[in-house]
Every structure is written in C-alpha cells, then in structure tokens.
C-alpha cells in the first residue's frame, strides 16, 4: 500500500507564509510526476504546481512569483512553500503523486488526505 501524508496547513493573515509538506510511504518502485492540488468550497480541484522526477516544475499562473515547489527524491518527498498568501489560496491542498510500486506495472495516481489552508483578510 501507498500513502501520501501531509502537512503544514493553518489560518495565517494576508501576506503571511505557510509551507505544506508531502513524504510518500509504502511500496514504491519509482515516483514520477509530483504536485499539488487544491480544491476551494464550490470550486473544481485545480492544479497549483508540478514537478517532475528530474525537477522541471510548473505553476498555474495564479502563484507564480509566491509559491515554489521542492522536492527531496531520495526521501519521497515534496515541499511547497507559500509566501505573500491571499484569501484566494484559501483551499484544500492535496498533495498528489503518479506512482509505479513494481518494475513494469502502471502508474497509478495517488492523493493524499489534504490539508485545509486558510487565509484570512
């Protein structure tokens, strides 16, 4: 079995920082893709940053300049630092990982339980 642990959300004001953590558990054979996502009440799960086993990252273009996505391959683990937060980061963070357990069988994607991140104004 798999699992994505997170933590580090919080109620922080506007322009405050925060940093969520991410460690992969379990059988893995190889992590690929690794990101995180958030999910505002009413609003659709979006993707907030990416990176890739070789660390190429992107970012939607709402946190661009504020929010940088680390990642640790040797323990499994992902990072994101939010600086400058707004109230519209206020979300759900889901930490998210494409995951191949054995040699050559698929990638599965796995979410993590999500930490609620609140921003007030």
């Known amino acids: 079995q798999v699992q994505l642990v997170e933590s580090g959300g919080g109620l922080v004001q506007a322009g405050e920082s925060l940093r969520l953590s991410c460690a992969a558990s379990?059988?893995?054979?190889?992590?690929?893709?690794m990101g995180w996502y958030r999910q505002a009440p009413g609003k659709q799960r979006e993707l907030v940053a990416v990176?890739?086993?070789?660390?190429?990252?992107n970012y939607t273009d709402a946190v661009k300049g504020r929010f940088t996505i680390s990642r640790d391959n040797t323990k499994n683990a992902l990072d994101l630092q939010m600086n400058s937060l707004k109230s519209e980061d206020t979300a759900v963070y889901y930490c998210?990982?494409?995951?191949?357990?054995?040699?050559?069988?698929?990638?599965?994607?796995?979410w993590g339980q999500g930490t609620q991140v609140t921003v007030s104004s």
């Open positions: 379990g059988i893995i054979f190889r992590i690929y893709d």
């Open positions: 990176s890739s086993s070789s660390g190429n990252t």
């Open positions: 998210n990982a494409k995951i191949a357990r054995r040699i050559s069988v698929s990638v599965i994607n796995y």
